[in-house]
C-alpha cells in the first residue's frame, strides 16, 4: 500500500509517502479525540445481503457488552448488492440528518435523502425512510468505486468518504465532490478499508485496514510532513472476520467490530493503550454485542 508518494516499503511491501499529507487528514477530517462521533454515529447502520433491508442499531456509548447497541429499526428496503453493489450511510450534509451514498452497478454515485425528514438521534422516526426504488435507471457502465466507508468526523460538519477504486486507489473526500478528493492510499487487491480513528493514542486518525490474509493493520499518519508508519495489529481475532472499526465504548479510541460465523457481532475493545513495539497487543478479548447475520457494515 502506498500513502501519498514514493518511500522504502516495509515488511509487507506498503510503502509510504511523504507529501504533508497529515494537512489534508485535519482538514478533512476534524482529528481532536474529544469531539469525534461515538461509534458508527448515532447508531450501527448495515445491510443483509440476502434481502436488501437496511437496518439502524441504536448505539450507546459506555461499557461495551449487549446494552451497547439497541434492538435493530428498518430504515430500507430494496438495497441489494446488484441493485447498489456499494453503500455508506452518514450525515454529509452536517446538518445531523442520514444521507444514503449510494455506488450503482454502472459507477454513479447517487445521494439519497431520507423520504422525509428526521434527525439521526431520533432514530424510531427513521423506520421505512429509503427506499430502492427512488434510484435512477442504470446508464451504461463507467468506472466505479469497489468500497466506500464513511469517516466519522465533528459534529456540524459533512462526514467524509473514504472510496477505493478499481485501481486500489483510495481516496477521501465529501460525499457530494468524489472528483475533489486527492489520493490518499493505494491498496492491494482484497485488503478491506475498515475505517479511519484514533488507534494509536496520537489524537490523530489513523487509517485502518484488513490486509487479504485476515489480518489487521493501521497507518499512522505523523504530526508534520514525513513518511507514516504502518503498525501490524494482529493476525488472530477469534476466527472471527473483523468487518469494521468504531469507537464503540465512546473512549476515544477506536475498537475493532468482527462478525463470528453464527452471525454474532462481537467488539474487540481498545486496551487504552498503544506500544509501538508490540501493536498486536492493542485489543482486548472480543465481546459479544448482539446478532446481525451476513451484513454489510454502511455506516
Not at 439502524?56 to 430500507?76: D, N, T
Not at 513495539?277 to 451476513?294: E, K, R, S, W, Y
Request: one cysteine or more; proline letters at 9%; charged letters at 20%.
Amino acid at each position: 500500500m502506498r500513502i501519498g508518494g514514493h518511500g522504502a516499503e516495509d515488511r509487507y511491501g506498503y510503502a509510504p509517502y511523504d507529501n504533508g499529507l497529515e494537512t489534508l487528514m485535519h482538514t478533512l477530517t476534524g482529528t481532536a479525540t474529544s469531539t469525534q462521533r461515538p461509534g458508527a454515529g448515532d447508531a450501527l447502520y448495515v445491510r443483509d445481503r440476502s434481502t436488501g433491508e437496511l437496518f439502524a442499531y441504536p448505539h450507546r456509548p459506555g461499557a461495551i457488552g449487549p446494552a451497547s447497541y439497541g434492538a435493530p429499526i428498518r430504515i430500507g428496503t430494496g438495497f441489494l448488492p446488484e441493485v447498489s453493489p456499494v453503500l455508506a450511510a452518514g450525515d454529509f450534509y452536517g446538518d445531523g440528518g442520514l444521507t444514503l451514498l449510494c455506488g450503482l452497478p454502472d459507477g454513479r454515485e447517487i445521494l439519497l435523502p431520507a423520504a422525509r425528514s428526521f434527525n439521526a438521534t431520533d432514530l424510531p422516526s427513521m423506520a421505512g425512510s429509503f427506499t430502492a426504488a427512488d434510484l435512477p435507471p442504470v446508464e451504461p457502465a463507467s468506472v466505479a468505486a469497489t468500497q466506500l466507508v464513511v469517516v466519522r468526523g465533528v459534529r456540524g460538519r459533512p462526514e467524509q468518504v473514504l472510496r477505493a477504486g478499481p485501481d486500489g486507489t483510495v481516496r477521501l473526500a465529501e460525499a457530494s465532490a468524489p472528483d475533489r478528493a486527492k489520493p490518499l492510499a493505494t491498496i492491494e487487491p482484497g485488503t478491506v478499508l475498515l475505517g479511519m480513528g484514533d488507534v494509536t493514542g496520537t489524537g490523530r486518525s489513523d487509517l485502518l485496514l484488513r490486509r487479504p490474509d485476515g489480518g489487521v493493520g493501521a497507518w499512522e499518519f505523523p504530526a508534520a510532513p514525513g513518511a507514516g508508519l504502518f503498525h501490524d495489529l494482529g493476525a488472530d481475532f477469534d476466527g472471527t472476520v473483523v468487518i469494521a472499526a468504531a469507537d464503540v465504548s465512546g473512549d476515544g479510541l477506536f475498537d475493532l467490530l468482527a462478525v463470528g460465523g453464527d452471525g454474532e457481532l462481537l467488539v474487540f475493545p481498545h486496551s487504552g493503550v498503544f506500544w509501538p513495539q508490540d501493536p498486536a497487543t492493542t485489543f482486548l478479548a472480543p465481546i459479544p454485542v448482539t446478532d446481525v447475520g451476513a451484513v454489510d457494515i454502511i455506516g
